[in-house]
């Protein structure tokens, strides 16, 4: 029966995906002309005893779970049917022997197109879609290099005829580069390709040609009304320069009436007066700095006071499926989203991590105060114990739990704990 399948397969060529240890995973696509449909075949290689696959989505679901015999040379070959419930999105093939582990991915782009994505190189935006004028940010690492060889990253922008412009390598394997959608006229799916040292992967996002409906008027009043805001910017620093004089000719003159006061007991009510006007006009500074600066940190806010790694199980020292982190507060939340399990997509809402901190994972509310990180996926981890941070992200504002409108705004400290014993 699987050599019937493999035949009637329009295969397009086969790319082997690195593995751990002497596992091995690769795949192929095709569509059966026989009318079972789109097909991803799953070829497992080096298996020692039973295989055990999962097929998990980005957002950590499992969404089928396969177990196999290999044959006498260690290979299995699983037809694997792309049903119509089937979402588009990134999915990771794992397989487990109880010896060796390997993970691999691929990308359902739409009804017609399954890429096959290569473990060498991870790319990461900061989101699905963009509108007119944003800057799309790319980042991304990679996993194994030949420093003797060219180590320039090539990168071509589908869609705009923008090929062929490049970005550095940094010397921990890391690369970025922003992408600046200015006078853009195209409206659609974008495809990002990466290439270094003859190895190459994509990755896409959604692009509107019309402003983001939310910041619309927002953008609109800015244009129309630019040289009015400059105008004004510059008459309030300079009031701001006068007020700071007058207030140090103000605390002059205070000095001095406080001094005189003891036998200038005629003129008490007057300087009660005076004293009056100097708070009104402090008060009146500190407000206009308020505006003129960053908003002065909410006095009713919650903060984060601790970020903490742990391996509930403890059965190994390394970061892994499974592991967690904590998210703890100085007081009680809001617990937005309430108590139940929140997607990765909601977890992003809540939090901005200063690293990467995995491919798939989910979260909840444990105690008003503490919100718990499951992780997934590992493979695009950067988390680093002792530098990572957590910062509310401010989608989802987390207020007091008495709803009081001061929202966290506060980074973390950084992150401790450990993977295990």
């Known amino acids: 029966m699987k050599l019937v399948l493999l035949l009637v397969l329009a295969i397009l060529p086969m790319l082997v995906i690195p593995a751990y240890a002497e596992l091995q995973l690769s795949f192929e696509y095709g569509i059966n002309v026989a009318g079972v449909g789109k097909t991803i075949i799953i070829n497992v290689i080096g298996a020692q005893q039973t295989v055990d696959l999962e097929i998990i989505a980005d957002d950590g679901e499992i969404i089928q779970t396969l177990s196999f015999d290999p044959s006498n040379q260690g290979e299995i070959t699983l037809p694997w049917i792309l049903s119509k419930d089937i979402e588009y999105g990134i999915y990771t093939v794992t397989a487990f022997d ?60 589908i869609h705009n005829s923008i090929t062929s ?38 990755i896409f996002f959604n692009y509107f040609d019309v402003p983001n409906t939310a910041n619309e008027s927002l953008y609109n009043y800015i244009t129309d009304n630019n040289n009015d805001i400059l105008s004004h910017e510059n008459t309030m620093i300079e009031y701001n320069t006068h007020l700071i004089n007058q207030n140090n000719t103000i605390n002059a003159h205070d000095t001095m009436l406080n001094n005189h006061n003891t036998t200038m007991y005629g003129y008490e ?110 493979n695009t981890s950067t988390l680093i114990i002792g530098n990572t941070t957590v910062v509310p992200a401010g989608i989802t504002p987390i207020y007091p739990a008495d709803n009081t409108p001061d929202a966290s705004i506060l980074e973390s400290p950084v992150l401790t704990g450990d993977w295990g014993e």
């Open 98 to 157: 109880q010896i060796n582990y390997a993970e691999a991915y691929f990308y359902y782009y739409d009804d017609d197109v399954i890429y096959i994505l290569p473990d060498f190189i991870k790319l990461q935006i900061d989101k699905e879609n963009y509108y007119q004028n944003d800057l799309v940010y790319v980042n991304g690492n990679i996993i194994e290099i030949d420093w003797s060889e060219d180590i320039t990253i090539h990168y071509d922008i």
């Open 165 to 202: 412009d490049i970005t550095q390598l940094n010397n921990d394997g890391t690369f970025d580069f922003i992408i600046d959608t200015n006078l853009w006229n195209y409206d659609g799916k974008v495809q990002v390709t990466v290439n270094i040292q003859n190895y190459t992967s994509s």
């Open 269 to 378: 009510n007057t300087i009660t007066i005076l004293q009056d006007k100097i708070t009104l006009l402090e008060q009146s500074i500190i407000n206009i700095l308020a505006i003129l600066n960053a908003p002065p940190i909410p006095s009713d806010a919650v903060q984060i006071i601790s970020f903490t790694a742990n391996d509930p199980d403890d059965l190994d020292v390394i970061f892994s499926i499974d592991d967690t982190i904590l998210v703890t507060f100085d007081s009680n939340t809001n617990t937005p989203g309430g108590n139940g399990p929140q997607t990765k997509q909601e977890v992003n809402n809540l939090f901005t991590f200063s690293n990467i901190i995995g491919q798939a994972y989910n979260g909840k509310w444990v105690t008003p105060d503490s919100f718990l990180i499951t992780i997934k996926g590992i």
